[in-house]
């Protein structure tokens, strides 16, 4: 099993729904995930940082299943300017300090 | 001003050539990160550094590597470049100060190799 696991979509989404993807990691002593967003071609930029059971910032939401080992992100209202691609990023199994391990990220594409 | 630049943004290369790519940070942060990224693919770890003293080797390191000249540079060579390097490579900060483990990323070099 991979690290850190996400579908790669695309979630094509009509302008207003609401969206939400999951993200699957190995390492059930991870205290600490993110989720980054994704330009095309662009570099990554933090979204949103979640350290215990969810986090909430505006229109976005993550939620952490530890029984599962998931996170999720829910986009709601989603506008056009959503269309990227959405990086989870997990610390490494054999991490010391800061290194994080990234899935594969989910491509989602907002359609008027 | 960026927070982390790197140099060049762009580069094509023929197979064989050394190439180095660099990374600058305003951030003081301590740690450094080089990636690369493929198509449809996450980012992969090629080296790291903690410290000016400190580099460490990522999951893929064979055929780069990286020197650390100071607090706020780290470089990264391609020895003698082959056409699978070609991808988009992203430099990365990170600070150990906070409680934090967030990384700040560059706005990458696209290499190609021909």
């Known amino acids: 099993r991979k690290e850190v696991e996400q579908d790669p979509g695309p979630f094509n989404v009509p302008e207003g729904a609401t969206v939400a993807f999951n993200c699957t990691y190995s390492?059930?002593?991870?205290?600490?995930f993110f989720w980054y967003r994704q330009d095309c071609r662009k570099e990554p930029k933090l979204l949103m940082s979640?350290?215990?059971s969810g986090n909430e910032d505006g229109r976005f939401t993550a939620q952490l299943n530890r029984a599962s080992q998931y996170i999720s992100l829910l986009i709601r209202d989603s506008k056009l300017s959503d269309s990227a691609t959405y990086l989870c990023?997990?610390?490494?199994?054999?991490?010391?300090?800061?290194?994080?391990?990234f899935g594969g990220g989910t491509r989602v594409l907002v359609k008027p | 001003d960026a927070d982390v630049t790197q140099t060049p943004r762009n580069r094509i290369t023929k197979t064989g050539k050394r190439i180095m790519l660099e990374c600058s940070q305003t951030?003081?942060?301590?740690?450094m990160y080089w990636y690369r990224q493929d198509p449809g693919l996450g980012l992969q770890l090629i080296y790291y550094?903690?410290?000016?003293?400190?580099?460490n080797k990522g999951e893929i390191s064979d055929g780069y590597s990286v020197s650390r000249q100071a607090q706020a540079k780290f470089s990264l060579s391609l020895e003698s470049a082959i056409p699978n390097q070609t991808a988009l490579y992203f430099c990365?900060?990170?600070?150990?100060?906070?409680?934090?483990?967030?990384?700040?990323f560059g706005p990458g070099t696209r290499l190609t190799v021909l």
């Open positions: 990365a900060t990170s600070d150990t100060s906070g409680s934090t483990d967030t990384q700040y």
């Open positions: 390492n059930s002593a991870s205290q600490s």
């Open positions: 979640v350290y215990s």
């Open positions: 990023a997990v610390p490494a199994l054999k991490a010391a300090g800061n290194k994080l391990t």
């Open positions: 951030k003081g942060h301590d740690r």
């Open positions: 550094s903690f410290d000016v003293k400190d580099i």
